[in-house]
């Protein structure tokens, strides 16, 4: 195997230089104001949420007793004999 020296790098211009950094920091901050406005819309949905929950939780509960009663008329059909 031989050793060879890793080539020297590269200079870049202080363009590209400052192209990039600009690029960066455009997307960071871009970045921290779409979390912010994404983080006010995701917590007034909760908000609404929170609000409904009850509502809907009454509305599961009662359909699951609704269908619990149906299933027990139709166990008590099947196992009681005819007269």
């Known amino acids: 195997?031989?050793?060879?020296?890793?080539?020297?790098?590269?200079?870049?211009?202080?363009?590209i230089k400052f192209c990039r950094w600009s690029l960066?920091?455009?997307g960071v901050v871009y970045g921290i104001y779409h979390q912010r406005r994404l983080s006010k819309r995701e917590n007034a949905l909760r908000e609404q949420d929170l609000k409904e929950k009850p509502i809907r939780d009454a509305k599961?509960?009662?359909?699951k007793k609704r269908l619990q009663e149906a299933e027990m008329k139709i166990l008590n059909d099947l196992f009681t004999p005819p007269k």
């Open 1 to 15: 195997m031989s050793a060879q020296a890793a080539p020297r790098p590269v200079q870049v211009s202080p363009f």
């Open 24 to 26: 960066l920091l455009t």
């Open 60 to 63: 599961i509960a009662a359909e």
